[in-house]
């Protein structure tokens, strides 16, 4: 059976990371599985540098899309995907090589999986988190400072430059497009409720099906079905 697949997007700080860090929490590995566009940027040198010689990462060119989408394909079809984990330029961060699994939900993350086209057309399910710039920009803060090693000068200079601009021009617009908006200007608590809410009902479906299909043979979280 085809996957379900669940675009999730939002501007940089919105808090794509910690909504799906809850759902991942919620979910056992075998029922759900998260690749991330973060892990296909395109190496340092390939990518193109601003007026002032700062590499902008903040575009979609900046992604080696190609790539991205054939693997998401690649799970969509069964297969097992592995992909060293990109660090963001960090010295303190070792990269691991990280293992896709095949599972009934596949959450497809990133700044640009609504953007691009071929990608869109998987999804079944699309989240856009929306929260208000200034409480973006404080969390972008916090977390390129703590997570990703980087100067608050840089920080904020790619923030106006480059996280803002791309916001503007490649993510906003497709809120329009999205099923699910999600605020998160105080806490994504009800949300998320709502999309767990959805999925342990679509797990629920997807496990009788498969008994219907193989009436012989066990399915992982069979006993929730008693």
Not at 9 to 31: A, D, M, N, Q, Y
Not at 52 to 63: A, K, Q
Request: charged content about 30%.
């Amino acid at each position: 059976m085809k996957p379900f697949i669940i675009g999730i997007t939002g501007g940089s700080g919105s808090g794509k990371t910690t909504f799906i860090r809850s759902l991942r929490e919620h979910f056992p590995e075998e029922h759900l599985c998260v690749i991330s566009q973060d892990d296909y940027y395109r190496p340092r040198e390939e990518q193109k540098s601003d007026k002032m010689g700062i590499t902008n990462f903040d575009l979609p060119r900046s992604i080696d899309k190609k790539a991205f989408i054939k693997d998401v394909g690649r799970l969509i079809k069964g297969e097992i995907v592995e992909r060293q984990e990109y660090t963001f330029n960090n010295e303190k961060a070792t990269p691991q090589m990280l293992t896709f699994h095949p599972t009934p939900i596949i959450i497809v993350e990133g700044l640009f999986v609504f953007h691009f086209r071929k990608m869109r057309r998987h999804l079944d399910l699309k989240v856009y988190l929306h929260a208000k710039e200034n409480l973006k920009v404080i969390r972008r803060i916090k977390r390129d400072r703590v997570e990703r090693n980087y100067p608050l000068e840089d920080v904020l200079y790619r923030y106006e430059n480059h996280v803002l601009p791309a916001f503007e021009k490649y993510i906003k617009p497709y809120m329009d497009e999205a099923d699910l908006i999600i605020n998160n200007n105080t806490q994504l608590q009800m949300g998320l409720r709502v999309v767990q809410g959805f999925l342990d009902h679509y797990l629920y479906e997807h496990r009788k099906k498969i008994k219907k299909l193989a009436p012989d043979k066990p399915t992982n979280g069979d006993q929730e079905l008693v």
